[in-house]
């Protein structure tokens, strides 16, 4: 059973810093794609930003136009753990942040990981406000 437990959210103000993790258990992470969502209130939920391999072993990652050059995504293996570091947060980072998971889902063929409907896992979310 593939369970996806995501800590690390809070409220931090414009400007500051935080580092979200996902303890994926049942799954290996590089096996497939393994994605960050976010949700906020009235909204869609939306990719943030997902990081994978190809059958080679190179790694990938992704990003949303909106948090690129100031979320970094990264994977520690022998942990069982995907990391989000987000920087310089703004207002309209607020939300609710998702791992999600993808079997078999491979880097480097597509242009866009963000569909939803390609995650089989989901974790509970963790809630991240950015205010004064």
């Known amino acids: 059973q593939v369970q996806l437990v995501e800590s690390g959210g809070g409220l931090v103000q414009p400007g500051g810093s935080l580092r979200l993790s996902c303890v994926a258990s049942?799954?290996?992470?590089?096996?497939?794609?393994i994605a960050w969502f976010r949700q906020a209130p009235g909204k869609e939920r939306e990719g943030v930003s997902c990081?994978?391999?190809?059958?080679?072993?190179?790694?990938?990652?992704y990003y949303s136009d909106s948090v690129k050059g100031r979320f970094t995504i990264s994977r520690d293996n022998a942990k069982d753990t995907v990391y989000l570091q987000m920087n310089s947060l703004k207002p309209e980072d607020t939300a609710v942040y998702y791992c999600?998971?993808?079997?078999?889902?491979?880097?480097?063929?597509?242009?866009?990981?963000?569909?939803?409907?390609?995650?089989?896992?989901w974790g509970q979310g963790t809630q991240v406000s950015v205010s004064e």
């Open positions: 999600a998971a993808a079997r078999g889902l491979r880097g480097g063929y597509y242009d866009d990981y963000f569909v939803r409907g390609w995650y089989d896992f």
């Open positions: 049942g799954f290996t992470l590089d096996s497939g794609t």
């Open positions: 990081i994978n391999s190809d059958g080679d072993g190179q790694t990938y990652t």
